[in-house]
């Protein structure tokens, strides 16, 4: 994109990006106190969201749709502990990858995560190409690149990780402000507040009979899913 191009781009999506954020942070900033910093081991908490709810048409996911477990993470692309858990999640669902479905909701869980809106609509945008989770990684793989940018600088970044894909410009440009990628990525900060979510990572498994856990850290999510007998 020319200069000015870029200029009158990058206005327009923070502006959505600003509409996005008043919609959708207030709500979720209301219901949690601090980051997630979870030292103890609690027993997973029964919720009342369903399967539907938590993984609606369009969802970005991993595994057979139809697999007996469903397990939906929803993270913030600026949160430090989010990026350390890409692996382990990975590892972990490795283990089971015939029994499980993987979801990811990319949302804001901090005021001060300027960019995690933008990062999400990044991801979003890839995967109008089908590269969702190769920026998924990418972004948090780049996280420290965000600290601290405001809305321009952080929409310069996630175009040149986009160049670093070798992904079509033109289209990811276009994509950024499509109203399918907004409203995807509203619709991730929805279901969050309707599944109460208060920190992040937050893991939710809903089993083969129906019944929906909430796992409230990444300490709790790795020992269900590797307990003996949990998954069977």
Known sequence: MKSGEVKLFVGILVAAVALAA???????VAARNTPQAVTKIRDPIKAKVTRADLFPDG?????????????VEFADYQCPLCATAVE???????????????????????GNHTAALIMAQAAEAAGQQGNFWEMHEALFKNQN????????????QVIK???SLGLDMM???ADLRNEKVLQGQARSGKIAIEAEVQATPTFFV???????????????????????GNIQ
């Open 59 to 71: 969802a970005w996911h991993k595994g057979d749709p139809k697999a007996p477990y469903l397990v």
């Open 22 to 28: 008043v919609a959708i942070y207030p709500a979720i």
């Open 161 to 163: 990780i986009a160049k």
């Open 206 to 228: 809903v089993t083969p009979k129906g019944e929906t856990l909430k796992l409230a850290s990444l300490k709790e999510f790795v020992v269900w899913m590797t307990k003996e």
């Open 145 to 156: 690149l965000f600290r601290g940018l405001p809305d321009p600088d952080a929409v310069d």
């Open 171 to 173: 289209k990811f440009s």
């Open 88 to 110: 382990e999640v990975k590892n972990v669902l490795a283990k089971h990858k015939d029994k499980v479905c993987y979801v990811f909701h990319g949302i804001q869980i901090q």
